[in-house]
């Protein structure tokens, strides 16, 4: 065996010891954090664990039956269908806006990158005082123009709207980087065969450009369900808190509030149970879906 | 051997150094920004005049992220000597076993300092007849009124509204009169509500607020938040009351008073300093008056809000004796005479008000005057003293969404009476989980 081509190295402990930094990090930052979640989630805890006990399934109980709790779930798919469906629609639009031959495209790539650099809390600060009822510019403009004040954050719907809103905004960014790249490395002639054909722009772009791009798409998919999941949070804490009435309080916000604000860790331990279930669940329904319909590296 | 006598000479002379090695104290604190620096120069102060010992004082983050990491520092076996923790996280403080009752621990010639705190002040804080932790930094809710916007409504600018009527009142002047785009604001928090429920003398929390024993129920649905909840819907559906959307949003409610967008605000105290500068650079004139109460009740007082500072358990005695003697340091008559002055936070001793009393401090400053009238005004019993709930943050937070969904049209009653029942399964899970 030792004399196998294949076999890099001829102590067998070696690569271990080589892959022994990256395993105590993945054991100490990631997998043990993630068990002793899941057993958390089967104690009422008190005071961020001094005292616990064992309470079976109970926390997944409360979770599933409490309305409270179904309501978060629904804000949380509306939230991130949305997030989802428009920063991907919107990186799209303008990453083939700007993957034109116009004058000062550099110019605009980089204007259209720039929200992404920009950390969600500062980004949730902005549309903070964009959507401030009183003193914000956006009701001052409206105020001027149709003589209309909405308070932003005291309506169920529009308050979710700013959430989606910012949150869309700051990760628009992202996806255009990808689309961008996704686009410049779409093969020439096909493009130029169906300009030859006789295609409309239209026809050019449903029939060629997005098909081509599909494996881009899917990656991208993957990518903000797991930013719309887990990344919301600085932009809830800093806009609504949850409000009004619970009306955008969403998942990973709520996690944070039960673990760190109420005390409440195996509630919380549950709930990110729930969360890390769902999205592996979405992955892999959006991966096979994907290997269906997308030739990867193909 | 000159040499090795120079050596063993200098050795000598660095052992002293050694054997008074100084006694370390760490200090966890929630006040940011200025007042960081503030306590920073207090605590240099210290350890200038007292060389065995060295106190760190550190900056932990919000109110609640210092007692998160408290807890979990002792967890680890690693807790701060002192940890500065909110009044409504008392209970929470407790329970968690992670300090020591201060009193037992105060040494006898120093006794008296404890003695001394305004009556309002040791009222909450002595809880069972014991203080658990020294009182440090106490605020009200007062009204703050912009005299210059009151002169062009028409109104008295010498005599702000004390009643939830003549609040109204003054509103549909202003109103009527377009002297400022909103009439009065203050944050969508349930400290407010708490303080009014205190105001017309009823309770939050059964077994007298929590004080007598530990507390099973929360009072939601009762006569007196029907009270408060009835005016502030209907400030709120005729545009008289402003609020940036988003609950607990201090700086909000202030960025819209200052701006001159609303007549009034109310918040709390310890805001006076920020707010007679803002006045000064926004160029309008600062009332300062009482919270203003229902029509009809007698006027109880206020509970104390704040915080209060607490000593960790699992200390040798040395440090922990150094602890205390930073402590009772840093909260006596001169220092808290000096933090009242820095920050609008009350001077909590009676000797701090005399210092300021002699130098006629309350008579040249009268915004900090109607502040400290108010607290000393107030009355002595369970509805002042103010409640002891386990899970407090969260119930506030139930309180506050109630407001909120009354606000979208849920009749009053229905939302107090869902938001009462939320509450009592908190309070429920929260005295099972401690085992009580």
Known sequence: MANEPHAAYKNPFLPWLLLLPTLVILVVFLYWPTIDTFRLSLYRVAFLGLKKTFVGLANYREIFTNPEYLRIFWNTAVFSAAVVFFSMAVGLFLSVLVNQKIGGKRFYRLFLIWPYALSPAVAGVIFLFLFNPQAGIVNYFLDTLFKVRPDWLTEPILAMSVLILAAVWKNVGYNVVFYVAGLQNLPGEVLEAALIDGASPWQRFWHVTFPLLAPMTLFLLVMNTIYAFFDAFPFVDLLTKGGPNGATNILIYNIYRDGFEFFKTGLAAAQSVVLFIAVVLLTIVQLRWGERRTHLGG | MKRWLLVAGLAALAVPAFAAEKVKITFWHAFGGGRTAFIQRMVDDFNYTHPGIEVKAEYKGSYRDTLNAAILSARQGNPPHIVQIFEVGSQLALDSGIFVPIEDFVPADLKFQLADYIKPVANYYRIKGKFNSIPWNSSNPILYYNKTIFKKAGLDPENPPKTFGEVMKACEKIAATKAAPKCITWPLHSWFVEQWVAEQGALLANNENGRAARATDVFIDSEAMKRIMKWWKAMYDKGYYAYTGKPEDWDGSNQIFVSQQA??????????????????????????????????????????????????????????????????????????????????????????????????????????????????????????????????????????????????????????????????????????????
Do not use: C
């Open chain 2, 263 to 436: 007549a009034m605000e109310i918040t709390s105290t310890s805001d006076v300093t920020f707010m007679q500068n803002a006045a000064f650079e926004n160029g309008f004139e600062l009332g300062t008056g009482f919270l203003p109460i229902p029509d009809g009740v007698e006027r109880n007082g206020t509970v104390v809000g704040g915080a209060s500072l607490w000593l960790t358990k699992a200390h040798p005695k040395k440090e922990q004796e150094a602890a205390l003697t930073f402590l009772l340091w840093f909260t006596n008559t001169e220092n808290m005479v000096r933090w009242h002055k820095g920050t609008g936070y009350f001077p909590v001793l009676n000797t701090s008000v005399k210092v300021l009393d002699w130098q006629h401090w309350f008579t040249r400053n009268p915004a900090y005057k109607a502040a400290f009238d108010q607290l000393l005004a107030s009355k002595a019993n369970r509805a002042t003293q103010g409640a002891l709930i386990g899970p407090f943050p969260e119930i506030r937070t139930i309180i506050e969404n109630a407001v909120q969904a009354i606000f979208q049209g849920k009749p009053i009653d229905q939302a107090l009476k869902e938001a009462d029942a939320q509450a009592d399964k908190a309070l429920r899970e929260y005295n099972a989980s401690v085992g009580k």
